[in-house]
């Protein structure tokens, strides 16, 4: 009988663990992976979906991303047994040897009143087109005359590389539909507004530094040391402190996917991260693996710890399979670049920052460079064109006519 592997997950770390696993050449193992969406959602692109971009660009269809060999079920997890080594899903009941966790993350609002009633939360493809329908509808719905200053307030909360980089691009986009409605951009009024002392906190002060000069110099007033009490329908309340917003986008954080804490004896760390062994198993079960989001990993968060993870616990499943002791678990070396509006960006490589338009052409390459590694080269162009006919067909749409 073969041994099967189930992959409960369809991010980066498990779509990079099934495509490990399915290139083995042994055959005693049968591969299978569950998740909840039909596609992959590039994550780092989806920025880019609020602006400009096609969904297209960053919603992949998981089995143009999957080798055949693998069996990809669209099925939602509700309940899993490691005892029975069995996985309670909306459709079916599915058994497995091995399994491995890559649930990913979900939205942490830290219980602050009003998040989910008055802003805009930014996880999927489907959150970037609400967006992007909310920035077209502001503009719309102000005035060309009279105090139109009071119409073009946005609000992006959170920090972090995902709001730095929406934070960017919307200022930008918004100026120029601004302009296209004969009003100055000088109305346009972009907070970016984080909890802590300086933006980016996880990554050295250089880089915050840069990336916070070049976001004011686009006009973005980034304010730190902001603790939200509430956002109300046409606000963001910080104790005495009240910011004016007509729109407000979350990206504050993340939390680990909440099934992590219905699984039976999983010891969970104090961020509710799950605590695996040297082999990245579940502390205390040798059969179930977490990587990604969920494991409680010195990098974990990141798509580059992501896809190192899978291409890991694969290894670590083959070699078991095949009789061969694997090697320990290390975290590895981390580069992180961010696109600052449509020109411009700031790259962090160990002690290296550098900035400017090589930075964003920088980030542009990784991303092309991720996909070619993914798709096949027909169906890689077939993407971009895909997508250049869609910014094509829709550079117009947003034209406000009022």
């Known amino acids: 009988m073969k041994h099967k592997i189930i992959i409960v997950g369809g991010g980066f770390a498990g779509i990079q663990a099934a495509r490990k696993l399915a290139r083995f050449s042994f055959n005693d193992a049968e591969v299978t992976l569950i998740s909840n969406k039909t596609y992959f959602e590039y994550y780092p692109g989806l920025y880019r979906v609020v602006t400009s971009a096609s969904p297209i660009e960053v919603a992949i269809p998981l089995s143009d991303v999957l080798p055949p060999n693998v069996d990809i079920i669209n099925d939602v997890v509700h309940i899993i047994d490691p005892i029975k080594k069995e996985i309670i899903a909306r459709d079916n009941v599915y058994k497995y040897d091995s399994l491995i966790l890559a649930l990913g993350s979900e939205l942490n609002d830290f219980g602050i009143p009003g998040v989910s009633e008055h802003s805009y939360t930014f996880r999927s493809v489907k959150d970037a087109l609400k967006i992007k329908q909310a920035i077209s509808n502001l503009v719309l719905s102000c005035p060309r005359s009279g105090l139109p200053e009071s119409c073009y307030q946005v609000v992006v909360i959170g920090g972090g590389p995902t709001g730095v980089e929406l934070a960017g691009d919307i200022v930008s986009h918004l100026e120029d539909l601004v302009i296209k ?222």
Do not use: C
Not at 262 to 276: D, E, F
């Open 181 to 402: 409605t004969g009003i100055s951009k000088n109305v346009v009024q972009v907070n970016l507004v984080d909890a802590g002392p300086r933006i980016l906190g996880a990554l050295p002060e250089e880089v915050s530094r840069i990336a916070t000069k070049k976001l004011e110099d686009l006009g973005v007033i980034v304010r730190n040391n902001i603790k939200i009490s509430k956002i109300t329908e046409n606000s963001v309340v910080a104790g005495d402190f009240v910011i004016p917003a007509r729109l407000v986008v979350w990206s504050g954080g993340v939390k680990p996917n909440s099934l992590y804490q219905s699984i039976p004896n999983l010891t969970l760390s104090k961020n509710g991260k799950v605590v695996v062994d040297e082999y990245l198993r579940a502390i205390p079960y040798e059969d179930v693996y977490v990587i990604g989001d969920g494991a409680d990993t010195p990098k974990s968060g990141l798509a580059q710890t992501a896809l190192t993870d899978g291409l890991y616990v694969a290894h670590v499943i083959n070699r078991g399979l095949i009789g061969i002791k694997p090697k320990k678990y290390k975290s590895k070396f981390t580069a992180h670049a961010i696109p600052i509006g449509t020109k411009d960006g700031v790259v962090s490589i160990g002690p290296l920052t550098f900035s400017g338009r090589i930075a964003y052409w920088l980030r542009h390459f990784i991303d092309f460079d991720f996909f070619s590694g993914w798709l096949s080269l027909p169906k890689m162009l077939d993407l971009f064109w895909d997508g250049y006919k869609y910014r094509k067909l829709h550079e117009g749409d947003e034209e406000p006519t009022k």
